[in-house]
């Protein structure tokens, strides 16, 4: 794509004109060294809005550091330790929805189930508990239709917001069982009164300080708590469960590595999650690179801005397209290859500006090293418990869904055949 129409293009969007960027230097320019001249773009200005609201993913920067250094403890460090606990929980709730399946013969969605484990992680990492699988499936229902629904559902909204579509009734209906469903989750998690310090009770002392009233009334808090936890709990299992997806995807098109991944689990099942088995780090990291589910990062320019040979006006809006600087020729040989053997033994300094898989810079993702963790968890557990059979991989020519997150466009569908190994043990 660079060699066709170089690394810096603009794109004429009609009313706007959209800067898209594709080289690591780029990225730092904008995210790092001048990050002061641009702020947040308008990606969440989508029907997603509506049940994120004033979380800090949307409000200004002040705001959001406030959040980020309450959350920051809670993702990294010891924490980490308490992820293989949450996984195996996760899969054992599902194993019910596992064994019908294979019982019948019937073909299971891989992708949904991906999605279900991340999000029953999630949820045990906030304190809410392990859900109940129709739980699960309401809740993810409901997301995607706000995150990728058709694109002229999802587009005839955000051109025409004045008008009576009949698809607005739709995602008004889906924006509201989403904030009944977590809101019901930390409701349940308040009138628990569990003294653990966790992200969910530390954002409680905040606004029970902020205002003393409402301590003592969990339906209240549990509402003025449920804009900045949502954005949380949407972030810490949409990347997962879309870079999952992503990996089963690629290893289902690859046999021979998704036999070796299989054969070093086999032959490693007790391993500490600081050091998980080389080759399905490398699968893990080659699929991000390949398909990074922050695809993209938006910003505006709040002044005039040189960038290279270019200069951005004041107002515009500019957009770091992952993507395709994950691919671009200059930083990655064979740069359309699945190849995990390039991560071997690199390490995040080594990889640089070069692989953004959770952003860079200031409001780079607090939870990028717990998510590739909980991945490699995530999949470790499935293939040691099961083998896995691929029904066939989506068509290429329909695979990638452009919204909030790169998604596969259908759901991927297996066989899975009871393994006698017992799930993997984590340290």
């Known amino acids: 794509m660079q060699e066709r129409i170089g690394d810096v293009y603009r794109l004429d969007l009609g009313l706007t004109k959209l800067w898209v960027l594709t080289r690591p230097e780029h990225a730092q320019h904008i995210l790092q060294n001048n990050a002061r001249n641009y702020r947040k773009g308008d990606h969440f200005d989508t029907p997603l809005r509506s049940v994120i609201r004033n979380g800090s993913a949307v409000s200004d920067l002040a705001k959001w550091r406030a959040l980020r250094s309450i959350a920051l403890p809670y993702f990294q460090g010891d924490r980490l330790s308490d992820l293989p606990i949450f996984v195996d929980a996760a899969w054992r709730s599902l194993e019910g929805v596992i064994a019908e399946h294979c019982a019948l013969g019937r073909p299971l969605n891989l992708s949904r189930l991906m999605e279900c484990a991340s999000v029953s992680v999630a949820c045990q990492q906030f304190g809410f508990g392990v859900p ?53 989750w930390i409701a349940t998690r308040l009138k628990q009164d569990d003294p653990r310090d966790d992200f969910c009770n530390a954002l409680l002392r905040l606004v029970s300080q902020d205002i003393p009233a409402v301590q003592g009334d969990s339906a209240v808090l549990a509402a003025m708590l449920y804009d900045e936890l949502f954005q ?196």
């Open 132 to 184: 109940t699988y129709p739980e699960l499936v309401a809740y993810l229902d409901a997301i995607k239709t706000l995150m990728y629904g058709d694109s002229p559902l999802f587009f005839a909204t955000r051109l025409f917001p004045w008008a009576p579509l009949p698809s607005r009734a739709h995602l008004q209906q889906a924006a509201v069982q989403v904030r009944q469903i977590v809101t019901s």
């Open 232 to 427: 949380i709990l949407l972030a810490a299992h949409e990347t997962v469960s879309a870079g999952l997806a992503w990996t089963t995807w690629l290893l289902s098109s690859h046999a021979s590595i998704r036999e070796n991944v299989a054969a070093e689990i086999d032959a490693r099942p007790n391993w500490a999650i600081e050091s998980a088995p080389a080759y399905l780090d490398g699968v893990i990291k080659e699929s991000l690179r390949l398909f990074p589910p922050a695809w993209r990062i938006t910003r505006r320019a709040i002044e005039d801005d040189t960038i290279g040979r270019f200069t951005v006006p004041a107002g515009a809006p500019v957009m770091l397209f992952v993507f395709g600087l994950h691919r671009h020729p200059d930083f990655w040989p064979a740069p359309n290859a699945f190849h995990p053997e390039r991560f071997f033994g690199a390490t995040r300094h080594d990889l640089g500006w070069q692989w953004m898989a959770f952003g860079a810079g200031p409001r780079s993702c607090i939870g990028g090293d717990m998510a590739v963790i909980e991945m490699k968890l995530i999949l470790a557990w499935l293939m040691r418990r099961y083998r896995i059979t691929p029904v066939a991989p989506p068509p290429l020519d329909s695979r990638v869904n452009l919204a909030v997150t790169l998604r596969l466009r259908r759901p991927q569908y297996v066989h899975l055949h009871r393994s006698s190994a017992v799930p993997p043990s984590f340290a």
